[in-house]
């Protein structure tokens, strides 16, 4: 396995922060996304190295092993329980002295020089080494995904295709799903080595809202246009919901700003089947315009009529 820098992968400084690179990770990624880049086998391969220096960065410590160990970070326990320094090791090898560190008589004993101490740890803990305990099994790294949804498909439960690390998977996404939620997908992170399991996939919901609701939790909120002469005597009116029109009724002499409760007509309560929030409109009175002449001269009679009973 070839050492890759993942900084350089993200184009973040070793002395980045988690925000950073979360940052530099989001605009990558939506750079690269294959969606973005179909047949592009270049942006392909970016787009598997940016979530994989992202598993490995996001990670606090997963990051401090790996800027102590690089590719080998995987193994950092190990080499810490054996004593071995990669610093120290490095400075050896340099100046040609050999290893004495720890006791390794039970492996043929005397000293390793530094091409047997790398070889005795690749054995060890390689993927086709076995040692006198047998091949250590190793969890794969956990892959984490964003997937942006407008508010309108996180309406519905729906399927929908993803790639990852350059593997296509299809995934149930469940109505009422919110913006910045995660969730698991179990078994889809890398591979596990000599049989170890493998991570998980962590997917980051991004939803949009460009519809005329406004979301809170599972309440939906809008504002509905009311014209001047239902508001003032009564009536019915349609407003909008994210499943339809519906007909509500209207009190004569509604004030503009008044607030009514469509219950059950919010958005989906996020694994609840037919569990819905409530949808809260706003009325907002419309004054006519372009008004005839003899609308007008009602309009006077009435304003007369109002001020004399004044």
Do not use: C
Not at 25 to 43: F, S, V
Not at 107 to 120: M, R
Request: charged residues 30%; hydrophobic residues 25%.
């Amino acid at each position: 396995m070839d050492y890759i820098d993942y900084y350089k992968v993200l184009d973040v400084t070793k002395a980045a922060t988690e925000a950073e690179i979360k940052k530099a990770y989001r605009k990558l990624a939506r750079k690269y996304h294959p969606d973005l880049n179909p047949n592009d086998k270049e942006a392909e391969k970016k787009f598997k190295e940016i979530n994989e220096a992202n598993e490995v960065l996001s990670n606090p410590e997963n990051r401090k092993k790996y800027d102590k160990y690089g590719k080998d970070w995987k193994h950092a326990d190990e080499f810490e329980k054996a004593g071995y320094d990669p610093n120290q090791q490095q400075s050896r090898q340099q100046s040609g002295s050999q290893y004495s560190g720890g006791d390794f008589s039970g492996f043929g004993g005397g000293d390793f020089s530094g091409n047997d101490f790398s070889d005795f740890f690749n054995s060890m803990y390689g993927s086709s080494g076995r040692s006198s305990r047998g091949q250590a099994k190793y969890r794969g790294q956990d892959f984490n995904a964003e997937l942006q949804l407008e508010l309108a498909s996180a309406y519905t439960t729906h399927k929908q295709n993803l790639t990852v690390n350059g593997k296509n998977i299809r995934i149930t996404i469940p109505a009422g799903v919110e913006n910045g939620q995660i969730i698991k997908i179990p078994n889809h992170g890398g591979p596990g080595v000599n049989d170890g399991p493998n991570g998980d996939l962590f997917i980051t919901f991004s939803i949009a809202n460009n519809s005329e609701f406004k979301r809170e939790g599972n309440n939906l909120y809008a504002d509905a246009p009311l014209d001047l002469y239902t508001a003032i005597l009564g009536g019915e009116t349609y407003v909008d919901t994210f499943d339809g029109k519906v007909k509500i009724k209207v009190p004569a002499e509604t004030q503009p700003g008044t607030k009514v409760k469509l219950k059950g007509k919010g958005f989906p309560v996020y694994k609840k089947e037919n569990q819905f929030g409530d949808l809260y409109i706003t009325y907002t009175i419309q004054v006519p315009t372009k008004l005839s002449d003899k609308e007008k001269e009602l309009f006077e009679e009435l304003a007369k009529l109002r001020n004399h009973e004044k």
